[in-house]
């Protein structure tokens, strides 16, 4: 290897290039890895976006279950009501089982009376 005294004096316009093109050199490079950065940074933000994306169709999936649940409570709900109101119908019917009943034998007692009035001989 040389030394440095081997190189030729370069001129101050000759000096000037060089730094000109030093400096371009190093701009270039300098935007390149601010390319590459942001490519990186995008690349970070897309997967975040996607991950987002992803956890909001599963909230969106739950939502819907729990809109499904909420619908099947409904109906239960509605089922439990119509079964209260045959239940009171049943004991309606009963009731109107148990007067019928009674009227019934209300009836035969009548009829009985009768009977055993008709069966007397009036007193003289």
């Known amino acids: 290897m040389g030394s440095v005294q081997d190189l030729p ?3 101050p316009e000759q000096e000037a290039e060089i730094k000109a093109e030093v400096e371009e050199e190093l701009q270039l490079k300098l935007e390149e890895l601010t390319v590459e950065a942001a490519s990186e940074e995008a ?3 897309a997967e ?3 991950e987002t994306a992803e956890t909001a169709m599963e909230t969106a999936e739950t939502a819907e279950t729990v ?3 909420a619908e099947t409570a409904g109906t239960a709900m509605e089922a439990a009501e ?3 109101t045959v239940m009171e119908a049943a004991a309606t019917a ?3 089982m148990e007067a019928a009943e009674m009227d019934g034998t209300a ?3 009548a009829a009985t009376a009768a009977e055993t ?3 007397r001989e009036p007193e003289a």
Do not use: N, Q, W
């Open 9 to 11: 004096d370069l001129g």
């Open 82 to 84: 119509t079964a209260g």
């Open 107 to 109: 009836m035969e007692a």
């Open 48 to 50: 975040e976006t996607a």
């Open 94 to 96: 009963e009731t109107v």
């Open 117 to 119: 009035a008709g069966d």
């Open 67 to 69: 809109m499904e649940a």
């Open 43 to 45: 690349a970070v933000t």
